[in-house]
């Protein structure tokens, strides 16, 4: 039911397809194998996704990893058939830029953000799969967006 989001999710923080597949099952098994555990004071979806990003932050930790993938490749998975090169090649640059960029936040910044606006969470979710009350993530929220504004400014991204 969330195997794509909490895919995405896990992918976003390992930023590899493989293993976050791979954790994603492992999410999906430990929630199972600790259902007598989930006492529903949160969603499934929160439970599962602060499973997923402890599974996430776990394998960061530990990895030994300097991979780089060459641009040919990229270009060759991603663009897509009705899209010239030019509009792919700006809108691949424009996201590349926004991860960058949010790759030099704080965790919790980078995560708050993620949970809320490319995971849908609500403030209280992502508190939950945060382990913080709705406060703390909305103030959480405005520092996170203010600090990615800043960043995004002095690269040029926003006027």
């Known amino acids: 039911m969330y195997d794509t989001e909490l895919f995405y999710f896990i992918n976003s923080m390992v930023n590899d ?3 976050a597949k791979h954790l994603s099952i492992e999410a999906f098994s430990e929630l199972a194998l600790n259902a ?4 529903e004071k949160s969603s ?4 599962l996704f602060a499973i997923g990003k402890n599974l996430a932050k776990r394998y960061v ?3 030994e990893r300097d991979e780089h993938v060459s641009y040919e490749e990229v270009i060759e998975t991603l663009i897509a058939d009705d899209e010239s090169p030019q509009s792919f090649l700006e809108r691949e640059e424009n996201k590349l830029l926004l991860y960058r960029v949010m790759e030099e936040l704080k965790d919790e910044y980078r995560i708050v953000l993620q ?7 609500s403030y209280s979710e992502a508190g ?3 382990n913080k009350n709705v406060k703390q993530v909305a103030n959480l929220a ?3 967006k203010t600090t990615l504004k800043k960043k995004l400014e002095s690269a040029g991204f926003i006027d």
Not at 36 to 39: A, G, I, L, P
Not at 44 to 47: A, E, H, L, M
Request: charged residues 30%; glycine residues 0%; proline residues 0%.
């Open 115 to 121: 949970l809320l606006y490319f995971e849908d969470m």
């Open 128 to 130: 939950n799969a945060m």
């Open 36 to 39: 007598s555990v989930f006492k």
């Open 17 to 19: 397809y493989h293993e």
């Open 44 to 47: 499934v979806k929160t439970y």
């Open 142 to 144: 405005f520092r996170a």
């Open 61 to 63: 930790k530990i990895r």
